[in-house]
Each structure stands twice: as C-alpha cells, then as structure tokens.
C-alpha cells in the first residue's frame, strides 16, 4: 500500500489544518503526537520534540474529537512554530485511527509517535535516525525510557529487561533466540519506524485496541529486525487514567484486547518464526496485568481480580488470599505476591532478570537528576507558550539552534 492510498483510506473522517500537505516536500522524520483531552499535557510533548536534535522534521497532532475546550491550545501549538500542523476529527474515533491519520499524513522519511502527555529528550531522535541510516534492512530503531508520575518523580526504567547494553542491530534469527529470555524492548514512546515499512504492515489494527502499537513493531522486528540504541531517551508518564492503564486495570478488556493479539501473533510471521512465542506473551502479558493491580491498589489489590487478569488457578487464588489475610498488600505482601507470580508465570529468565534489574537501577541513579531537569525546562517552556496563547499574542516560535534548545523570534 502506497502513501497515496493509505492517505485516502484513512482521512475520510478527518479535517486537516492543510488541504495541500500532502505536496509538501519530504522531510526526514515526522512525529506524530495522537491527542484526547490532554491540552495540559500537550504543549510539553509538543515543546519537547521542537528542543530535539532531529534536524528537519514535522510535527502532526492529530486530536480525536477532544471535548476539553482544546482548541485554543491546538490553534496556540500551530501559530507558534511552522513545523506544527493539526488535524482535527469529527468524533472521537480511538487511539488507533489517530495513529493511523497521523501515518496518513506523514511525509518523513521516519515516523515516530509521541503520546500527548509524554516527552522526549535531546538525544532520541538523531541517533535513533543515524542507526537507521546505517543499518538499512531495520524497520525500526529504539531506546529506553524513564517512567515518571503525575508528581514528576522517576519510578523506574523501561524496558526491565533491555536485549543489549550496547547500540546493536538484531534480525529475526537473533530476535527469534533471545526472545526465550526476555521481551518489551522495543517502548513504544521511544520507537521510530521507516515509514514505507509502517504503511506496507497497515499501520496499526484498530481490533487490537491498547496493543495495536507493541503487536505492529514486533510483525516488523520478527520481519526486517530492528536496532536497539541504549540510554534513556524519552518519559513516559504513568497514572490510571491514561488509555494503557486503564485498559490493563479493567480485567474483562485486558483479557479481551490481549486474546486478540494472541491470535494475530499467531497467524502472522511471528507464529511462523516462533511457534511458542504468542503463548508466551501472554503470560508476560497477564504478569504485567496482575502487576499493575498491585500497584495501583496497593493494599486494597483484589486476590479475586488479580488471579483473573493473571490467568491464575485455584492455588494461585488460595496463596494470594493467604499473603492478603495475614500480612496485607503493603510492600511485604505485594514483594510476595509478585514472587509467587514470577514463579508460577515465568515471564522471564530469572538470572535476566536481576541482572537487568541490577543494571536499570545503575541507569536510573546516573540519570535521574537529567531527566527531572529536563521535564522541568519542558513545563516552562509549556507555560511559555500557553501563556502567551491567553494574551493572544504569540511572540515566539519554538526550535532548535545547533542541536540545542532555543527559543526565536519568527
């Protein structure tokens, strides 16, 4: 499927800001930043990709029928800088159409998608794009990535378990033997995808729901390979409300969303390359799911829901009952609860995984202070921007001088 006639499926239910955007001339990367009530969100993820060292870019907001008053925002983000361009739904249509509109419209080389309430550091996109550039067969690059909270503090590292501790290129062979041991390297916030690849797999699968991301990197991964480039690149920010965690704290779409990219693994080149791999997703899937249980409820976690998600047993639901009635699901009780997970789901290699653990914790410590800096510089330079949106006057663009963030005048 060309540019042309993935454009012409997808746009049928969208405005876009410019009729003409489609004979623009090629750039190198394009960001596209999917939107739905994040207007106090987004000039952060908007500012954070304008401070980048990526060079010629575009950014694409693509907003699915917000209801949060986010039109003077949306109209404050493309007056401030001539790389911003919004398309705007009719209705809200769901994360995968946004997805899918923004890959419609890209004229990048690369493409690469930014949640709305997520950012990006410096360093992400050049070096993702030069990996690329040097390794022609990858269908993508990425990295990892610090998870922060509402209140900005860092609570960890992702992926848990990184495939290398250098910049490294894996194909499907290499994929298809490494991936007994450890998986979730490729984070979503971090990953850039060549373009024609993206389109030519039809982009993302609407029936795949809050997996329709993570399912189409790996078919290409399992398909072309892909590069891993160490260090931490981009924050994902974590919270109940946001789609990924709501979908996986709601146990009946967590299994429903989950059963369905089990199947398409499984009659896909990844069912062909790794006949046991699709089952074994789930369960790191489902170890995932009754993880975030714990973690968001915390002492008020439900033995019942968590063996659900889990897809547990009756020992598993006797054990996790016992751990909650005689010691609770304070921090003791939830170690334990998770150590009888770990043990009954194998969702990884055990030695991977405390020297992984061991490892990202080194990570965090060494970077901790940059990346709260850095999502620090992108709150002022958001209140920046939407201050000068209230006065309606906007006197600045935002860009990059010299690889470096900079602020000037248009």
Aim: with cysteine.
């Amino acid at each position: 499927m060309d540019r042309g006639q993935f454009r012409s499926l997808m746009m049928s239910d969208f405005i876009t800001a410019d009729p003409n955007q489609s004979s623009r001339p090629e750039k190198r990367l394009t960001v596209v930043i999917p939107h739905f009530n994040q207007k106090d969100f987004l000039p952060r993820a908007v500012a954070s990709a304008l401070h980048g060292e990526a060079g010629e870019i575009e950014i694409i907001i693509v907003d699915d029928g917000s209801t949060d008053g986010s039109g003077p925002t949306l109209a404050a983000l493309e007056a401030v800088n001539p790389l911003v361009t919004v398309i705007r739904s009719k209705t809200n249509q769901g994360a995968p159409a946004a997805l899918n509109l923004g890959l419609a419209a890209a004229r990048g080389r690369y493409v690469t998608f930014l949640g709305a309430d997520d950012l990006v550091l410096p360093n992400l996109y050049a070096p993702l794009s030069r990996a690329l550039d040097g390794r022609p067969t990858a269908a993508l690059g990425c990295s990892q990535l610090a998870i922060f909270g509402s209140d900005g503090s860092i609570r960890g590292v992702r992926p848990i378990t990184p495939p290398s501790f250098r910049t490294e290129y894996f194909d499907p062979k290499a994929i298809c033997r490494l991936i007994e041991k450890t998986d979730h390297w490729i984070a979503s916030t971090t990953a850039v995808f060549r373009t024609n690849l993206l389109r030519a797999a039809g982009g993302f699968d609407p029936t795949l729901g809050v997996f329709c991301d993570i399912i189409v990197a790996r078919l290409l991964a399992f398909q072309y390979g892909f590069v891993y480039v160490p260090g931490i690149r981009a924050a994902f920010r974590v919270a109940a409300g946001t789609l990924s965690g709501s979908t996986l704290l709601d146990q009946n779409e967590n299994i429903r969303q989950l059963a369905v990219a089990c199947e398409r693994l499984s009659t896909s080149i990844v069912g062909q390359l790794a006949p046991d791999y699709p089952d074994l997703f789930a369960r790191r899937m489902r170890f995932s799911a009754a993880r975030l249980q714990l973690v968001w409820h915390g002492r008020n976690a439900d033995p019942n829901v968590i063996v659900k998600v889990a897809g547990g047993t009756d020992t598993d639901m006797k054990t996790l009952t016992k751990i909650r009635k005689s010691i609770g699901f304070g921090i003791m009780g939830r170690v334990l609860a998770l150590s009888w997970l770990t043990f009954r789901l194998r969702p990884f290699s055990p030695l991977y995984l405390i020297v992984h653990l061991l490892q990202n914790r080194y990570t965090l410590i060494r970077n901790r202070r940059r990346v709260t800096d850095w999502i620090r510089r992108m709150d002022d330079a958001r209140r920046e921007m939407m201050t000068a949106a209230d006065t309606n006057d906007i006197p600045m663009a935002v860009g990059t001088r010299n690889g470096r963030a900079g602020l000037r005048k248009p």
